[in-house]
């Protein structure tokens, strides 16, 4: 919570104005099974102080436009702990470095990209078809200058035959959203020997490059399905007999992605019990090294799509070398035609959703409503140059927008909420980029605004597959609940892979960081439902944050308040006395408030009770309780 000394600050930013939504059950939007409900505390703010938002989150609250929810962890089938990031401290992975290298050699000029098949479909007839299936690394020729010079040519061609590969494993992942979490080995094609293709079956003479990616891919996908209680994981498709997601059928579906390539460098490329073969089709082998057969196919694979009827005029739009600028602007949260469009074109290609179901008056709602008070920037070092309050983090790549993120930026933290992109840019990793990028935004900025340090990611759903990419950024911390503590994810990871609803205080470590396995076994608490999540649109739920329906049906025990005779009765009212009550436009405390009538409707009292407990003590003598 904040500390008394900003309670000044606190009222020159405005008040903090909410109406209880009591608690409210729907379907779940993280996991498939149709008994599994979502039950949370709702509340709709008129308006929010960035001050009180901020320490709303810091008791497992979220904001969807202006309804605000906490879910009730105890009772929904998907218990979502709340995760931050101390910006200073973030060390990134190796994927993480990767992504922005891959961004910077795309701005360079040095990464030459083709949209994948699938996001081509709607395109025109004088879209190039050879485009299908291929996400190009680098350029054949650039691979070659880059190069210093410490390998030889036949070497290189390895190298690039094994970049096609990695293209198609990207397009695999893809595919199927339960792999997004998974780190894929990277792929490696080597000569094979005259020796070795002796010992083969026979018309293996013209066998010239293998690759075992496929084994590698399959082992990384069975430990992924060991995390979750052995059960198998099934590619749709194909049979039983098949042996779901075997080297086998992994090596089928690449090889089958892999026809540009055989068109282009004049190598057949079959698959072969779980191998990818590369062989020769012409009667001049090149496992013999001969440097001008390697030229000629190198030169082949360079031309690419150039020598394709109707692709040499995207080609002369789009040179190899160009350098492109990327520009990242914040703006305060508005509606914006051209955002919409893209947020539209995303949710429609992205998540299959219906055109009719991506309205304007839904999107106005969830991203660019806000009950946050803007407060504008100081030269006090107390709130950053943009000010705070909602924004929408726009990506221009050379005048085009190609991703926008919806973010908050509070006192202590930048908090994302959504990101909508470009599905051409899919190959850019857009949602970890971005990521990126606001980490380095809270780190820049806490130079010039001290009490900026965290990011938070929003909501961590250990049993949903799909959020747990959100623990990649380390070293990250988990909110317990419970006690309103911030647990590192190092020690609650344990205790979430064995339930998926735990009271991480309960096993906070002491100084010297260790705890007790016996003590995890028999403190962890067992909750009904244990299925692991696919992914679900019904909440407007993405990697960057999350949304809820305000429209939840409402609980049997408790429903919305709706009626505006309210009877305060003689019980105790110990605890709720302070609680800041909004009534006919004055700001009462409740215990100022005397009998004005009487009706049969809820005991307010109840509620305010419920209210106190959900809030907090301190946030519910500083907000206005709305009747």
């Known amino acids: 919570m904040s500390d008394g000394s900003g309670s000044s600050r606190r009222s020159s930013r405005g008040e903090s104005v909410v109406e209880d939504w009591g608690r409210s059950k729907g379907r779940c939007g993280y996991c498939q099974s149709p ?59 190796k994927e993480q470095l990767r992504v922005s290298r891959r961004m910077q050699r795309f701005l360079d000029g040095t990464l030459d990209i083709k949209k994948p098949v699938e996001l081509m479909e709607d395109t025109s007839k004088d879209t190039c078809s050879c485009a299908g299936n291929e996400v190009s690394s680098l350029s054949t020729k650039e691979s070659l200058s880059s190069n210093n010079g410490k390998k030889n040519e036949a070497d290189q061609f390895l190298n690039y035959l094994s970049d096609q590969i990695d293209n198609a494993v990207f397009i695999f992942k893809e595919s199927w959203k339960f792999l997004c979490d998974i780190q894929l080995p990277k792929a490696s094609v080597k000569k094979v020997s005259k020796d070795k293709r002796k010992l083969l079956v026979e018309g293996s003479e013209d066998l010239l490059f293998s690759s075992n990616i496929a084994f590698q891919i399959a082992a990384a996908i069975r430990r992924r399905a060991q995390s979750f209680d052995n059960h198998e994981l099934t590619l749709p498709g194909h049979s039983a007999e098949e042996n779901k997601f075997s080297p086998k059928v992994i090596a089928d579906k690449l090889s089958s992605s ?11 490329i079959k698959a072969c019990n779980g191998h990818i ?101 100081t030269g006090d070092g107390t709130v950053p140059h943009c000010g705070f309050g909602s924004f929408h983090q726009q990506y221009v790549i050379d005048g085009r927008l190609v991703a926008v993120g919806v973010i908050d930026i509070l006192p202590r933290c930048l908090s994302s909420t959504y990101l909508f992109w470009d599905p051409d840019f899919a190959f850019l990793s857009p949602g970890k980029y971005s990521a990126l990028q606001e980490i380095g935004w809270v780190r820049e900025n806490q130079v010039h605004c001290p009490s900026l340090q965290y990011y938070y990611l929003g909501y961590y759903i250990h049993s949903c597959s799909k959020m747990r990419y959100k623990a990649a950024y380390h070293p990250s911390e988990l909110l317990c609940h419970l006690r309103y503590q911030w647990i590192p994810f190092d020690i609650a990871r344990p205790l979430l892979d064995r339930k998926p609803y735990v009271v991480l205080s309960d096993f906070a470590t002491s100084q010297n960081g260790e705890s007790s396995p016996s003590q995890v076994c028999e403190n962890v608490v067992e909750v009904q439902h244990d299925g692991i999540c696919q992914d679900s649109n019904d909440l407007c739920m993405e990697e960057d944050g999350e949304m809820i329906d305000p429209k939840c049906e409402s609980s049997d025990d408790e429903s919305g308040p709706e009626s505006s005779d309210i009877v305060f009765t003689e019980r105790d009212d110990s605890g709720i006395s302070n609680i800041l009550i909004g009534w006919e436009r004055s700001r009462l405390r409740y215990k100022d408030l005397r009998v004005f009538g009487r009706t049969e409707t809820r005991d307010l009292e109840s509620r305010l009770h419920r209210y106190m407990r959900v809030v907090g003590a301190e946030l519910s003598e500083r907000m206005v309780y709305s009747l």
């Not at 892999?258 to 057949?268: K, P, V």
């Open 277 to 377: 073969n590369f062989y020769s089709s012409t009667e001049q082998s090149l496992s013999d090294g001969s440097v001008q057969q390697v030229h000629t196919v190198l030169n082949e694979s360079a031309a690419g799509c150039v020598s394709k009827k109707g692709c040499s005029k995207k080609s002369s739009e789009q040179p190899q070398g160009k350098k492109r600028r990327l520009e990242i602007h914040m703006k305060r949260s508005s509606f914006d035609p051209e955002e919409f469009a893209l947020y539209r074109q995303y949710q429609t290609k992205v998540h299959n959703d219906s055109p009719d179901h991506v309205t304007e008056s839904l999107y106005r709602r969830f991203l660019v409503d806000t009950p946050l008070v803007f407060v504008p920037p």
């Open 258 to 268: 892999l026809y540009q390539l055989a068109e282009t460098s004049g190598l057949l």
């Open 35 to 93: 008994c599994c409900t979502s039950i949370s505390h709702g509340l709709c703010a008129d308006s929010l102080t960035v001050d009180d938002y901020q320490d709303l989150l810091d008791r497992g609250w979220r904001r969807s436009g202006s309804y605000l929810y906490q879910p009730e962890m105890e009772r929904t089938c998907c218990p979502s702990y709340t995760i931050r990031l101390r910006a200073a401290d973030f060390i990134p992975s």
